[in-house]
């Protein structure tokens, strides 16, 4: 948080034996970054020599709006299955059917590619450099070579192929699925009462000598794909004897005028494309990416783990864009999932949580434009007599909204609690995304307003106890329960308050509520606190049940509201109940593990922090009968068999939290590393106050560190 009218004052903390003197002294030698990067990122690809078996096995490919995951068909055999995927395709329909069934991504299809001959061999490499897909299928007719991509600023995937012997006979098509709701296709046994009424019925057609698949949404519009085998022209670069060319229009998602008409939408994307240079798109793309990774950079000395940390660079280059849509659940690819859509709880929050310090900022503001762009649903969402100063959202959400009313009362004494997470998590990311970019004016017109909506609910719902100290009623604490005095809303309410007194200060804005936010932190309650097991989930409920959540403990991390090294004295406390979150067996999520990494980083301990970290990458076998959580062969993640975008990403979140930690003011430049990680180099991570910042420790001594005013 601010400690001035600067963006940042840095009180530098660097793990070293040595003294500032020697970082930062006249013979301080910043080592200038050299590397050679395809050789580099060639190191991180994934490769398979068999074919990959489903979803979380096989390599992807995605722009931050298209994707295709390919993997063996599990309907037609001897098949390779290239699943389409488009971020924005979303039902969206408002006829009250709930919204998990609602307005929710839907199916495209998939492109099929069967060999003449029967599959002997394979081979497969996600080349994250160029970021496409290469592999071989050796037959019994012959070998059948291909390559997949997507062009990044086109609305396209090629798929390009070369044969020899009789596979120039293999083929290639599209099958279409029908657009409705995946969850209640594998939850309708379980959601009694439902009533859903399905999407009319997929439809394919011919226009204009390209065969098209439509389909029409209840809701008023469609989406339709239409693809196309061309002849390729042999350049210089490459020889592939076929080209295939898969797009997929969706005029809602585009934001066009009129609803319908995807179908000649996607005939006349096809067409443009047609006319053009596939070399030429392919040297764009590549031109992208190539500026894309040398943004920001780490090495560490587990391969493994620097492995894992580049693909999810890669998954969040191939999932996001700046103009795109906020990424979900999936991103751009698509399997059946009961969570098709955007939770804002935890997921989305997590997802986002890399982009700001790896400096790729111009990604992660697409969430806090969604914010922006819909303020007036975040007012309409809480009950009248509170609109004219509150904020708040529910979770989930569809694509493009912010709707989802919130219960929300001034009664200390209701029955009824109050689910508030989402949104003041929320600001709290975009607060700390501008203070890395620095844009004053926005913090002014648009963050601190909605800020002070955002915390005025607490305002509203704070009460005073016999003790003269402020109490939080009834709440919610994700995902575990309710309580009073939930530990999560006092951290959330403390961080909210704290930050908005800095901001007036700063900004020179004298806010008549600046005398109850100070009066409100001075006589806020204490965290409820459990001798056997540290902090509770609130007043006279302890954490005693295994849970993957730890909204309990956000004051620790990520709202750094209770800092061990301000207050030492509850340093035991938070240990204490750290140990305790994780000692209790069962809801063995991903991101319960990377949480308790995150932590243990917020507290200096970089022994427990690799440890939870190489728990959460633990490769567990997988049953479709018996799932179980997991990360994938390719690094996605499945929670019980249902693809969550988060933990992954979640985990090279706490890579980075080893390095560089940039909390209330303080910049502490490798805070927690492991014992056994003595060589370690970063450049160009991005911390708040605009500052770019580079490190290298050998033999296990800081030996220099650089800190540079952002570009």
């Known amino acids: 948080m601010l400690r001035s009218k600067s ?3 840095a009180f530098i903390i660097i793990e070293s034996f040595f003294a500032l003197s020697s970082v930062f002294g006249s013979d301080f030698k910043h080592k200038a970054l050299d590397i050679d990067w395809p050789t580099f990122m060639a190191e991180q690809d994934l490769q398979w020599n068999r074919l990959p078996v489903d979803y979380f096995d096989g390599p992807f490919v995605g722009n931050g709006l298209f994707g295709a995951i390919v993997f063996k068909d599990d309907k037609v055999s001897n098949t390779l299955r290239f699943e389409i995927g488009r971020s924005d395709v979303y039902d969206h329909r408002d006829d009250g ?10 199916p495209i299809g998939q492109m099929l590619l069967t060999p003449k001959g029967k599959i002997t061999a394979s081979s497969m490499r996600m080349d994250l450099w160029n970021a496409e897909l290469r592999g071989e299928l050796k037959t019994t007719e012959g070998v059948l070579t291909f390559r997949c991509f997507v062009p990044r600023a086109e609305k396209v995937i090629i798929i390009q192929l070369s044969s020899e012997g009789n596979e120039n006979q293999a083929t290639c098509y599209f099958r279409p699925q029908q657009g409705d709701s995946q969850r209640y296709l594998v939850k309708r046994n379980k959601e009694k009462g439902l009533v859903y009424k399905g999407n009319p019925l997929v439809t394919n057609k011919e226009l204009d000598h390209y065969p098209v698949t439509e389909q029409t949404l209840l809701c008023g519009s469609d989406y339709a794909t239409t693809w196309k085998e061309i002849q390729t022209s042999h350049s210089d670069l490459e020889k592939w004897d076929r080209t295939i060319l898969v797009t997929v229009a ?3 998602g585009d934001n066009t005028k009129t609803p319908y008409g995807s179908s000649q939408k996607a005939v006349d994307t096809l067409k443009e494309i047609e006319g053009r240079s596939i070399q030429a798109m392919v040297l764009a793309h590549r031109t992208w990416w ?3 990774y040398p943004k920001s950079y780490i090495l560490v000395p587990d391969k493994k783990i620097e492995k894992f940390f580049w693909v999810q660079m890669y998954k969040l280059g191939s999932a996001t864009r700046p103009e ?6 999936m991103g751009p690819w698509f399997k059946p999932s009961v969570w098709a859509a955007l939770w804002m709880n935890l997921n989305v929050q997590l997802t986002y949580s890399t982009l700001g310090l790896t400096n790729h900022l111009d990604l992660e503001d697409p969430l806090y434009r969604l914010i922006e762009r819909h303020q007036d649903q975040l007012i309409e969402n809480v009950p009248e007599k509170f609109r004219a100063d509150c904020s708040a959202v529910s979770n989930p959400v569809g694509y493009d909204e912010m709707k989802g009313n919130v219960f929300i009362t001034d009664d200390p ?5 109050m689910n508030l997470i989402v949104l003041p998590w929320l600001m709290q990311n975009f607060y700390v995304y501008n203070q890395r970019v620095g844009d004053e004016a926005r913090l002014r017109t648009s963050i601190y307003p909605l800020m002070r909506r955002t915390f005025s609910v607490y305002l509203h719902i704070l009460y005073v106890g016999k003790d003269g100290k402020y109490h939080i009623p009834l709440t919610y604490s994700d995902e575990y329960g309710v309580a009073q005095n939930t530990s999560l809303n006092l951290a959330l309410a403390k961080w909210g308050f704290t930050t908005l007194i800095e901001c007036a200060n700063r900004l020179n804005i004298s806010d008549p509520l600046l005398p109850k936010w100070k009066h409100v932190l001075a006589n806020l309650a204490a965290l409820p606190i459990d001798p056997a097991t540290g902090i509770m989930i609130g007043d006279n409920v302890p954490f005693i049940k295994s849970h ?14 209770l800092d061990v090294d301000r207050e030492p004295l509850m340093r035991p406390i938070v240990e204490q109940s750290i140990n305790h979150f994780t000692s209790l067996e069962g809801d063995n999520c991903m991101f319960k593990y990377t949480g308790a990494s995150s932590l243990w980083s917020s507290v200096g301990n970089g022994d427990q922090a690799l440890a939870w970290l190489k728990r959460a990458l633990v490769l567990l076998p997988r049953d479709s009968n018996k799932p179980v959580p997991t990360v994938g062969e390719n690094t996605l993640y499945s929670e019980n068999g249902w693809p969550t975008f988060e933990s992954p990403i979640a985990a090279s979140r706490d890579i980075l939290d080893m390095l560089l930690q940039d909390d209330d003011g303080k910049l502490k430049v490798f805070p927690a590393l492991p014992s056994s990680w003595k060589d370690v180099v970063f450049y160009n991570l991005r911390a708040q106050g605009g500052k770019v910042v580079s490190a290298e420790r050998k033999d296990g001594k800081t030996v220099w560190v650089d800190i540079q005013p952002a570009q």
Not at 97 to 106: K, M
Not at 413 to 417: A, D, G, R
Request: with cysteine.
């Open 548 to 561: 993957r959540h730890y909204s309990h403990l956000f004051a620790v991390w990520p709202l750094h509201t």
């Open 7 to 9: 963006f940042f004052t």
């Open 324 to 329: 795109g849509p906020v990424i979900d659940l």
């Open 250 to 252: 969706n005029c809602f």
């Open 290 to 292: 190539h500026a894309y």
């Open 97 to 106: 059917t709930t919204l998990g069934h609602a307005r929710i991504r839907l």
């Open 413 to 417: 004494n209701s029955k009824q609690s």
